[in-house]
């Protein structure tokens, strides 16, 4: 079974500054998707951004970048100018051929103001 | 419908009774997934299905606990005799197919869960 490993529990960053949330992946497939998700303390699951392992290129939307290294099955998403809102849980997401969605155990955002 | 829809968004129920959680998924998702989440924790994966079909039930805890799709849309998770262990957040998600311009899974509001 793939597995989803994010290494930091906690993080912070300096409202305004730029921040880089680890994430890292086990898996034998070749043809799959990634995703990050933010969930504030409101508890939604809000889609934050999203890569095909077929497409070498990074995705962006708006802040939010990713690092996308498949060799190294390794998912990192950038928030730049981070602001206060984006304060909350961040988890990582594979998507396998089977359409099952595997999520890593997390990451806690604080932004500092 | 809108979104993904999860009913009751509460419930608090005695040790020992039975609960059924339903779960409403966008309309046309071919994959409908439940999760079990902790305060601080990602979701814990319990079981998911393709259509009508349970693909997956690896992820539910002990026999308690049963899911079904009968017809390929609206499921429901069943929990008998519960235990006060029980108690979390569960979650619905859908996805439709792979091959769509949508590839995430869309997560309802979830049913908080106590059981005293």
């Known amino acids: 079974a793939q597995t989803v490993t994010q290494s930091q529990p906690e993080m912070s960053v300096q409202e305004a500054e730029t921040v880089t949330l680890s994430c890292t992946y086990d898996t034998s497939e070749s043809d799959y998707y990634l995703f990050w998700y933010k969930q504030p303390p409101s508890r939604q699951m809000i889609l934050v951004i999203r890569q095909e392992a077929y497409k070498q290129q990074n995705a962006t939307e708006n802040r939010f970048s990713v690092n996308f290294q498949k060799a190294a099955k390794s998912f990192s998403l950038k928030i730049s100018d981070s602001q206060l809102g984006d304060a909350a849980m961040y988890f990582c997401a594979y998507r396998s051929r089977g359409n099952q969605f595997y999520f890593g155990t997390g990451t806690s955002l604080t932004v500092i103001p | 419908g809108a979104g993904v829809s999860q009913s009751p968004r509460y419930k608090v129920t005695k040790r020992g009774q039975d609960v059924a959680l339903r779960c409403d998924p966008i309309s046309g998702h071919v994959s409908l997934y439940w999760y079990r989440q902790a305060l601080g924790q990602g979701p814990e994966f319990l079981t998911y299905?393709?259509?009508?079909?349970?693909?997956?039930k690896s992820g539910l805890p002990n026999d308690r606990f049963s899911a079904e799709r009968p017809e390929g849309s609206i499921s429901t998770l069943t929990i008998q005799r519960t235990e006060q262990r029980d108690s979390a957040m569960y979650r619905c998600a859908s996805s439709p197919d792979r091959g769509g311009r949508d590839t995430e899974a869309f997560f309802g509001q979830g049913t908080r869960l106590t059981v005293v």
């Open positions: 299905f393709n259509y009508e079909a349970q693909q997956d």
